[in-house]
């Protein structure tokens, strides 16, 4: 299973961003998937994750505290596609954004989301939100 995120960039506050994630090997209808993020000198944090029984419904999604209502994570079915629509972007926001599988054995990283473990994902994107 393969990941690559894309579409961060500089931003003003109050500004928006999408962030796609693109899969192989994987189909992300089916499969629980995250994006993290990790900002200088902090820990990796989540930001949203999907999956069956995370949330409400089968499409249901976590959301951390600090972005709710401003962040909506979405399946572009049929593309293997996981896009992360983030609006109202502020100075807080900035960091690398990675998108993450569900753990399995064997892979590198370790990290918690809505009830689940998911794994260390791509490359990551870089999001900069100032004026």
């Known amino acids: 299973v393969q990941v690559a995120e894309s579409g961060g960039d500089v931003v003003q506050p109050g500004g928006s961003l999408r962030l796609s994630c693109t899969t192989s090997g994987l189909t992300v209808q089916t499969y629980y998937i995250s994006w993290f993020r990790q900002a200088p000198g902090k820990e990796r944090e989540a930001v949203s994750c999907t999956g069956r029984n995370i949330g409400v419904g089968i499409d249901g999604a976590y959301y951390a505290d600090s972005v709710k209502d401003r962040f909506t994570v979405s399946r572009a079915n049929g593309k293997n596609t996981l896009t992360l629509q983030m609006n109202n972007l502020e100075s807080g926001d900035t960091a690398t954004y990675y998108c993450?599988?569900?753990?399995?054995?064997?892979?590198?990283?370790?990290?918690?989301?809505?009830?689940?473990?998911?794994?260390?994902g791509g490359q990551g994107t870089q999001v900069t939100v100032s004026s």
């Open positions: 993450a599988t569900e753990w399995r054995a064997g892979d590198s990283g370790c990290y918690v989301c809505g009830g689940y473990i998911f794994n260390s």
